[in-house]
């Protein structure tokens, strides 16, 4: 069975979903994911008799009022997203001890938000690049009050799909030459600029210039945007070295 992966894009869209702020329903934006996969081989074939990941399938019998999350279905969902390594101990760690104090309790009973879960998902990218003692004091300037969502400097789920949109768009463009050279001596240079350009153009449709906060988000979109980068050259070196040692054992 071939495993099923999800763009950091695409589980953005899934997370507006949910929080009624996207242009579709969970389940129709699930079942066209899921036929966009499966490359529209068969058009005919019922999305319910599909092999389909199972934490899908709990996402469509949910209540569509009231959505919350353990966090066995977190780590669930977490694993769909390409180039993750969610587990149920370190997310456990996280919420009981590394970053107790911006997650907080579960918001709906024993189950937590969507919101709360896109913080999670961040997290995931940011420890690639940062510390835990950083990533609190990011989470910090974003958050400010964790027990009062109307006071974030940006929601939780739209930094999530601000950044992962940024970083689909950045990653799209395979040329060097695609990047700005005549303003960049080196690629690395080129990057940095590229990815902080952006994160601007995209933070300044819904935040005024003169915003005290813009610096902080837009700062925030670019560490998060580069942690996914390092996280996905990490994972090349490693496959380099597989291949690697394995040539020397032939």
């Known amino acids: 069975m071939e495993l099923f992966q999800m763009t950091r894009r695409e589980m953005a869209d899934l997370l507006l979903a949910l929080k009624g702020a996207g242009p579709m329903t969970p389940a129709t934006f699930l079942q066209g994911l899921w036929a966009k996969k499966n490359g529209g081989k068969d058009p005919h074939h019922p999305f319910a008799a599909a092999v389909m990941p199972p934490i899908f399938t709990k996402i469509l019998k949910k209540n569509t009022d009231d959505f919350g999350f353990s966090l066995n279905e ?47 998902f961040l997290v995931e990218d940011l420890k690639t690049a940062l510390d835990f003692d950083s990533i609190r004091k990011l989470l910090q300037l974003i958050v400010n009050d964790p027990e009062d969502e109307h006071d974030d400097l940006i929601n939780p789920v739209q930094l999530y799909a601000t950044y ?37 153009e995209m933070i300044s449709k819904y935040i005024s210039p003169d ?18 980068f390092t996280a996905y050259f990490q994972m090349l070196a490693r496959r380099y070295l597989t291949a690697t040692i394995f040539l020397q054992n032939m």
Not at 89 to 104: H, L
Not at 211 to 228: F, G, M, W
């Open 74 to 120: 977190i780590v669930a969902l977490g694993s769909q997203i390409e180039n993750t390594n969610f587990t149920l101990t370190a997310i456990q760690n996280w919420v009981k001890r590394d970053i107790k104090e911006m997650i907080v309790a579960p918001e709906k009973g024993k189950k937590y938000s969507i919101d709360q879960m896109a913080l999670l």
């Open 164 to 200: 992962s949109q940024l970083f689909e768009e950045l990653n799209s463009m395979r040329e060097v030459g695609r990047f700005p050279a005549e303003k960049h001596e080196h690629m690395i240079s080129a990057m940095e600029g590229m990815v902080t350009e952006k994160a601007e």
């Open 211 to 228: 915003d005290p906060k813009k610096e902080a988000i837009r700062n925030t979109i670019v560490i998060a945007t580069l942690s996914v």
